[in-house]
């Protein structure tokens, strides 16, 4: 059957429609880095006529290593999120990682993002999706594409119907990932609404020294070849300096590789007929 419309952030999202851009860097490391981040990707959305939401997270609950980065927290992360959506005018998108965290975290964010490695946990994605927020649900590295239409239903039968599902590549060996684009035909046909994560599908899980390591210079190419394959959204994680960035530096865009991957696949997509 083919995918229905959702809304997300005040946007329609789906076949036919204009593709979603969901970008920012991976977690806050800083008021004043992710006000400069949020800032610069609403202007590169603007030029480019792209709806956009600015992704970024207050925790981070599962790096590798316990010595790891993992962002302010709670209270502290949304009140640098709520003045990014207050000061630059942009829809928030935010990952929950515990049932308590889904309330707090509506208050602010437009987006609501259930973790890969937790698409299968029941109350959460329940949670998320009584919340009343747009959802997005990462597909998990161990769930198929057509097995990920079991999770959706607990949001939908949950009163939701605005899901997007995120592919973000399945762990086949040891440190990779692996994105089949047969996927997104299959979770199509299932009436889903689809995303592409490109930047945490080349990560090199667990492979830098108790880091995760990535291959950036493989992003864009996945994002053409989603395109091709047929998304309705684009998930991109964008650093001013990732070399420096203290969570998925090695798979994050630089503004200028984001703004020339975004167009490239916005040409994908007019070749082919369909809304920018």
Known sequence: MGAPEISLAGHRVGPGRPLFLIAGPDVIESEELVLRHAARLKDVCARLSVPFAFKCSYDKANRTSIKSFRGPGLTEGLRVL??????????????????????????????????????????????????????NLKKGQFVAPKDIIHSARKAFESGNPNVLVTERG?????????????????????????????????????????ETAGERKFVSLLARAAAAAGIDALFTEVHEDPDQALCDGPCSLTFELFEETVKQVLAIRRALGHQP
């Open 82 to 135: 709520r003045k990014v959506k207050e000061t630059v005018g942009v829809p928030i998108l935010t990952d929950v990682h515990e049932t308590k965290q889904v309330g707090p975290a509506a208050e602010v964010a437009d987006i609501l993002q259930v973790p890969a490695f937790l698409c299968r946990q029941t109350d959460l994605v329940v949670a998320v999706a009584k919340s009343g927020r747009g959802v």
């Open 170 to 210: 399945s762990s086949f060996g040891y440190n990779n990932l692996v994105v089949d684009m047969r996927g997104f035909a299959q979770m199509r046909e299932a009436g889903l609404v689809i995303c592409f994560d490109a930047t945490h599908s080349v990560q090199l899980p667990s492979a830098g020294e108790g």
